[in-house]
């Protein structure tokens, strides 16, 4: 059993009595590894129940990572646990924004998130997972990631400087009510850089750009229009900001960099409205950022709370 059921840690017990998923709000660690998978059809679930416990199960043993959260698609979730699917829970699906750009959808069953100070253990605790889910599920993509200097974006601007903190991040990431109570809908997705092309852009360019300054990351003000702060800020009908937690990593190759863009909500929709207005797609106002950085994966899943998954995997 793990050390959230029985109440150890306390600072992941939300509203509802669940807990979340720990590794969600750890932010102390600084190497990271996502693997996503498309389960087999016809498999067998109560093997991949199983699978999904010994994985689970690894995390914080000698040689695991020292955290896995595990977040299923909406198909596969029905599958493990149709009596405990929230309302709102559904698959990517392509978003078209203005001047031929786009967001494709690549939806997967099953993403895996591990999370340690250093990179050996991440990769340990994929490799265990692989084997786990050998011959259940195949793997779509992998993402080893780390952090890049002060918490940047291999851009050079820092990343979640808006990121609520504290307890409030149990109140924006945390599904409140109803048979999800305590879990996190997820939003994954890897982002390709244009370094090249932002790099050739001046000082004063790339901070209208983000929006931001990137020494110190202030926003600016008056804020650029199309500026990605500008775009990705959205009030609620009481004016309060609609917030979401970010957990996104860098990555990258001397051929290929980018972000994975991981990010928990306590409703999906937040997720979406943003990168509709990131696209442009009602008001054709897109996002200057999508000039300089591409997705090319993108899925919604639902990581469950700790008590939830205790039952998908006990079956």
Not at 2 to 25: K, V, W, Y
Not at 109 to 122: H, I, N, P, V
Not at 137 to 156: M, R, V
Not at 283 to 297: I, N, Y
Request: charge should be negative.
């Amino acid at each position: 059993m793990s050390a959230a059921t029985t109440g150890e840690d306390p600072t992941t017990r939300t509203g509802s009595g669940n807990h979340m998923q720990p590794g969600i709000l750890d932010e102390s660690v600084t190497a990271f590894r996502s693997q996503q998978f498309r389960v087999n059809l016809g498999v067998d679930v109560g093997a991949l129940r199983r699978a999904i416990g010994r994985i689970r199960d690894h995390a914080g043993t000698e040689r695991g990572a020292r955290h896995v959260v595990v977040a299923v698609g909406a198909s596969l979730f029905g599958t493990l646990a149709p009596e405990e699917m929230p309302s709102g829970i559904r698959p990517f699906t392509p978003i078209e924004g203005t001047d031929g750009h786009s967001v494709p959808a690549t939806q997967d069953d099953l993403m895996l998130w591990f999370t340690d100070a250093t990179a050996d253990r991440c990769l340990s605790g994929a490799w265990h997972a692989r084997r786990a889910l050998e011959g259940l599920a195949e793997l779509t993509d992998e993402t080893p990631g780390f952090q890049f200097f002060d918490h940047e974006d291999i851009t050079g601007f820092e990343d979640g400087t808006e990121n609520p903190t504290g307890e409030d991040r149990l109140e924006v990431a945390t599904i409140a009510q109803g048979p999800a109570a305590g879990g996190s809908f997820v939003l994954a997705q890897r982002w390709v850089h244009d370094l090249r092309a932002f790099e050739a852009l001046s000082l004063r360019d790339q901070e209208h750009l983000f929006g931001r300054t990137k020494d110190g990351s202030v926003e600016l003000d008056p804020l650029p229009e199309r500026s990605h702060v500008e775009r990705v800020v959205m009030d609620d009908d009481d004016g309060d900001e609609r917030e979401i937690y970010r957990r996104s990593f860098p990555y990258g190759t001397t051929d290929e960099q980018g972000l994975f863009f991981l990010a928990f909500n306590r409703d999906l929709e937040t997720f979406q409205d943003m990168l509709e207005r990131m696209l442009g797609a009602a008001d054709g106002q897109r996002d200057k950022l999508t000039d300089v950085s591409e997705p090319v994966t993108s899925s919604y899943y639902l990581a469950p709370s700790v008590e939830v998954l205790d039952r998908i995997v006990a079956g």
